[in-house]
C-alpha cells in the first residue's frame, strides 16, 4: 500500500464547476502536506501546503486536513480550463521525504 | 532566480551507453532531491542530497546508478550501462524550509 493515495480520477468538470480532490494517508508521524500542480510534459509546482487542522484559502484553492482522519483534500472553486493538469498530493513523514500520490488527471470542460 | 536548471533537457541512446544527467539548484537552497517519474510508478525519490552530502540512497534502483554533488551548486546522475527500463522523466529539486522547486526535468528515452 503506498504511504498517499488519492482518489485515482480521472475527474471531468464543466468551466466555473468546483473540483474536489481527496487524498489519504497512512503515517499518522506525517504532520505537513503539500499539493502539487503538473501540467502534461512539465515539472510539479507547488500550489498548496498545509500543516494544522482545519482549512488553508489561496485564491480559488482550499486545502483541508483532519488528521484524525488521515485525510487531505484540495478544492478548486471556479474551475477554469487552464486548471486543468494532474495534480499530485504528498505527505512528509519525516524532515525531508515527500510521499506522492500518484495524481489526479483534472479536465475542465469549456 | 533561474530556478533548478537540468540538462539535458531530452537525451535518447541506446541501451549499453552511459547517461549523465545534470543539475544546478537554486542558489543557497541546502538541500537536494533526484527524482524519477514513469506512468507505471508515479514520482520516486532516487536520492537525497544535503549539504552535498548523500543522506538516504535507497530509492537507487540498482548499481548502474551513481549520484554526486561535489559543491553546492552542481549534482550529476549517471546511469552505467543505460537500460530500456530506464526510459523515464527524471527531476531534480531543491528545497528551502519544507518546499521543493522541481527542475524542468530530463526526459530520457532509452532504445
Known amino acids: 500500500q503506498k504511504e498517499v493515495e488519492q482518489n485515482s480520477g480521472p475527474l471531468s468538470v464543466p468551466e466555473g464547476a468546483i473540483a474536489s480532490l481527496n487524498c489519504t494517508y497512512s503515517?499518522?508521524?506525517?504532520?505537513?502536506f503539500f499539493w502539487y500542480r503538473q501540467y502534461s510534459g512539465k515539472s510539479p509546482e507547488l500550489i498548496m501546503s498545509i500543516y494544522s487542522n482545519g482549512d488553508k484559502e489561496d485564491g480559488r484553492f482550499t486545502a483541508q486536513l483532519n488528521k484524525a482522519s488521515q485525510y487531505v483534500s484540495l478544492l478548486i472553486r471556479d474551475s477554469q480550463p487552464s486548471d486543468s493538469a494532474t495534480y499530485l498530493c504528498?505527505?512528509?513523514?519525516?524532515?525531508?521525504?515527500?510521499?506522492f500520490g500518484a495524481g489526479t488527471t483534472v479536465t475542465v470542460r469549456a | 532566480d533561474a530556478g533548478v536548471i537540468q540538462s539535458p533537457r531530452h537525451e535518447v541512446t541506446e541501451m549499453g551507453q552511459e547517461v549523465t544527467l545534470r543539475c544546478k539548484p537554486i542558489s543557497g537552497h541546502n538541500s537536494l532531491f533526484w527524482y524519477r517519474q514513469t506512468m507505471m510508478r508515479g514520482l520516486e525519490l532516487l536520492i537525497y542530497f544535503n549539504n552535498n552530502v548523500p543522506i538516504d540512497d535507497s530509492g537507487m534502483p540498482e548499481d548502474r546508478f551513481s549520484a554526486k554533488m561535489p559543491n553546492a551548486s552542481f549534482s550529476t546522475l549517471k546511469i552505467q550501462p543505460s537500460e530500456p527500463r530506464d526510459s523515464a522523466v527524471y527531476f531534480c529539486?531543491?528545497?528551502?524550509?519544507?518546499?521543493?522547486?522541481f527542475g524542468p526535468g530530463t526526459r530520457l528515452l532509452v532504445l
Open positions: 529539486a531543491s528545497r528551502e524550509q519544507e518546499t521543493q522547486y
Open positions: 504528498a505527505g512528509l513523514p519525516n524532515d525531508y521525504k515527500l510521499s
Open positions: 503515517d499518522r508521524g506525517s504532520q505537513s
